[in-house]
């Protein structure tokens, strides 16, 4: 069964069919910006698996801290990111695990890995049994 999600304000809705590859929190400064927060939670999912299933997002590219071209892909009238694509990850999408519909999704995305632990904030510990990079 599709795992579904949407941004805040609904108008935008994605899915995507089977499990992730895998969960990574991100400390990196892009993902304190577009999440308003310390860190993002992520979904790696294999493009093929993902679908925008209804309106048409926003997309803003930059060079990300990894040194690639990262593009964010968002809600134009709410704001919130819901995926990024980046060489980084190859043929993955990086979903925002927050956006995701199912109460549970957060619990069921804990992170195998750390990445850009190098901007962790001091206060907030390391995810246990998680591994941990310096970059990506």
Known sequence: ???????????????????????????????????GSTYSVNLVVPRPAFKLVSGMPKTVSKVADSGKEITSYFCGDCGSTLWRETET????????????????????????????????????????GAAQKVTV
């Not at 949407?6 to 994605?14: H, N, P, Q, V, Y």
């Not at 927050?98 to 390391?126: H, Q, S």
């Open 89 to 128: 990850f190859g043929e993955n999408n990086i979903v925002k695990a927050g956006v995701m519909d199912d109460c549970n999704a957060l619990d069921e995305a804990k992170p195998v890995g750390e990445i850009f632990t190098k901007n962790r904030v001091g206060w907030v510990a390391e995810v246990p």
């Open 1 to 35: 069964m599709a795992k579904q999600g949407s941004c805040f304000c609904g108008k935008i809705r994605i899915s995507y069919e089977g499990e992730p590859v895998s969960q990574v929190t991100c400390h990196c400064l892009d993902c304190r910006k577009i999440s």
